[in-house]
T-cell receptor, first 112, second 116 residues
């Protein structure tokens, strides 16, 4: 298995500000994934973060809004920029190991 | 394109009833993986099972069982003798084999409420 720590676990932020979410994995992984779960909705992949290269974003998500860093093989950050109430969601970090996808406990973001 | 459909938005049962959660998927890949996750009210995603496309054997784990039918592109999940602690949102997910194995496409989830 993989142990994933996400920080913060929750936050309430003012609109127009930015929040950076951290994801730490207990061992090295090639790819890390960031998902968003809007209230009452399913999980949607935002981007894939590879160490040493730019993140790959899914349709509907852009780097200016969701910049991602991947400085090493165990850590990644996702920033939610210039937040609006529509960004209120749970953001989850995920890694794969031997075909299984493991998730952090998520960051519950509320934008007011 | 890949897609996962969970037609049941919400299911309510009384404790000890059996309940089946449906999952239908679409993919053009011949090799793929199917998953079920549980999301309790606390919000974390709990891994339940992974099945690869070449393994059509049904699986049983305690009160949980899974029925994989490639012919109908379905991967249904049954909870036997449901308990209140089973109340959660359950997600079915699909991933490709190969490089993007770990990148999941989720269904919309089924909210299961088990009443005492």
């Amino acid at each position: 298995s993989a142990v994933i720590s996400q920080k913060p676990s929750r936050d309430i932020c003012q609109r127009g500000t930015s929040l950076t979410i951290q994801c730490q994995v207990d061992s090295q992984v090639t790819m890390m994934f960031w998902y968003r779960q809007q209230p009452g909705q399913s999980l949607t992949l935002i981007a894939t973060a590879n160490q040493g290269s730019e993140a790959t974003y899914e349709s509907g998500f852009v780097i200016d809004k969701f910049p991602i860093s991947r400085p090493n093989l165990t850590f990644s950050t996702l920033t939610v920029s210039n937040m609006s109430p529509e960004d209120s969601s749970i953001y989850l970090c995920s890694v794969g190991r031997r075909g299984e996808a493991f998730f952090g406990q998520g960051t519950r973001l509320t934008v007011v | 394109a890949q897609k996962v459909t969970q037609a049941q938005t919400e299911i309510s049962v009384v404790e000890k009833e059996d309940v089946t959660l449906d999952c239908v998927y679409e993919t053009r890949d011949t090799t793929y993986y199917l998953f079920w996750y549980k999301q309790p009210p606390s919000g974390e995603l709990v891994f339940l099972i992974r099945r690869n496309s070449f393994d059509e054997q049904n699986e049983i784990s305690g009160r949980y069982s899974w029925n994989f039918q490639k012919s109908t592109s379905s991967f249904n999940f049954t909870i036997t003798a449901s308990q209140v602690v089973d109340s959660a949102v359950y997600f079915c997910a699909l991933s490709e084999a190969g490089r993007d194995t770990d990148k999941l496409i989720f269904g919309t989830g089924t909210r299961l409420q088990v009443f005492p």
